[in-house]
């Protein structure tokens, strides 16, 4: 997969503790049924469980590649599921 494409969001170069803002930031940029492919050099997985404390119902995650030395994930912005 291509880390130069558009709706990329590669954050690999970043240091650790901007990872999850810059992400948050990205998503929060999003329409809902628009995505990103988030592109990381770490497991998601703390990741994954803040976009569900911060924007339960909203996020849709696909894991399109899982490791071990890249993850790409594509995440799209959902309507919140009324309560």
Same mark, same amino acid.
């Given at each position: 997969m291509s880390t130069s494409a558009p709706n /990329? $969001? %590669?954050v690999r !170069? $970043?240091?650790p503790r901007r990872k999850s803002a810059t992400v948050l930031? /990205?998503?929060d940029r999003l329409e809902v049924g628009e995505s990103f492919v988030l592109v990381d050099d770490r497991a !998601? %997985?703390?990741l994954h469980a803040h976009f569900d404390s911060e924007r339960p119902g909203e996020v849709q =995650? *696909? /894991?399109l590649h899982d490791g071990p030395? *890249? =993850?790409h994930i594509e995440i799209t912005r959902q309507a919140p599921e009324e309560a």
């Open positions: /990329a $969001l %590669d !170069p $970043l240091p930031a /990205a998503f !998601p %997985d703390r =995650w *696909v /894991a030395h *890249v =993850w």
